[in-house]
């Protein structure tokens, strides 16, 4: 089944849990897709899973655009929503439509995301006007970490908590289909959860949002810099990888790699005319 912005809708009307996970490129994206996930975020960790940086704040539209292309081919059925990247509609709202159309137009993402709450509403709306769907981003924001002073667990104190309450609502009314929780109590984000009609999508935010997403690398074990509490590792992906590519090392160098199987032979005829 297609998902779409309306099929999340639906979801939580129905109440069924929605399931995300990032991709950056084809393959992956083809392997999340036919597992069945119900959207795919192209997402600006891409900066730090993905090209090495150490924070997202490096990633810029053009990356965005290279990697969403790569995810789009690769996936049928899941809901594609490419991450905003720092800069990309924090200076005007005509800079940000145009960046948001370009995720669409070049990358062919369904749907943009962006972080912030009443900060970013006026790009918010008029990227909405210009019928691209958004989806919200609100608790811990990583393209705001140096303000931030880290990536720290948001929403515990009591102005935290209104502030993150108020941004939903507004994010809301705005007409966000959806909004991505990270990093807050997961008390809060049920209040959230409950006082929204629009799905809440978490990481960090614990069992009462309407969906989960975590970065892939995180949950499979590709990426070993650091692993935030709220990620569970479902494999350990890169232990079998590098087992793997230490066997290679090891057949090369003892010239059990490659064999016969993995050769291409001439046919008799010229394989005896050129020994002469
Ligand atoms: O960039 C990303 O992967 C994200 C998710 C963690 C929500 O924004
Ligand atoms: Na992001």
Not at 45 to 74: C, F, P, Q, W
Not at 123 to 128: D, M
Not at 184 to 193: G, H, L
């Amino acid at each position: 089944m297609k998902n779409t912005v309306a099929t999340f809708k639906e979801a939580k009307e129905k109440g069924i849990k929605l399931t995300m996970l990032t991709a950056y490129d084809y393959s992956f994206a083809k392997l999340v897709d036919e597992a069945g996930i119900d959207g795919i975020l192209v997402g600006d960790s891409l900066g730090m899973v993905a090209l090495g940086y150490e924070n997202t704040l490096s990633v810029t539209i053009d990356d965005m655009i290279h990697h969403i292309k790569a995810v789009r081919r690769g996936a049928e059925n899941a809901l594609i929503v490419g991450d905003m990247p720092f800069l990309s509609y924090h200076i005007s709202v005509e800079d940000s439509i145009k960046n948001a159309g370009r995720l669409v137009q070049e990358g062919g993402c369904h749907a943009v995301k962006l972080e912030g709450g009443i900060e970013v509403l006026d790009k918010v709306k008029a990227i909405i006007k210009a019928q691209i769907p958004v989806m919200g981003h609100i608790g811990l924001t990583p393209q705001s970490v140096n303000m931030l002073g880290g990536f720290k667990v948001q929403g515990k104190s009591k102005e935290q908590i209104k502030k993150l309450i108020d941004d939903a609502k507004y994010l809301e009314e705005a007409g966000v289909f959806s909004i991505v929780l990270e990093a807050v109590p997961d008390e809060v984000a049920k209040i959230i959860t409950e006082s929204i009609s629009i799905p809440t999508i978490g990481i960090g935010a614990g069992k009462y949002c309407d969906g989960q997403i975590l970065v892939i690398n995180d949950m499979l074990g590709l990426f070993s810099d650091f692993t935030p509490k709220f990620v569970k590792r479902y494999r350990n992906l890169g232990e079998e990888i590098k087992s793997g590519i230490l066997e290679y090392i090891e057949d090369v160098r003892g010239g059990k790699f490659p064999e016969d199987v993995h050769s291409f032979k001439l046919n008799k005829e010229i394989s005896d005319e050129i020994k002469k």
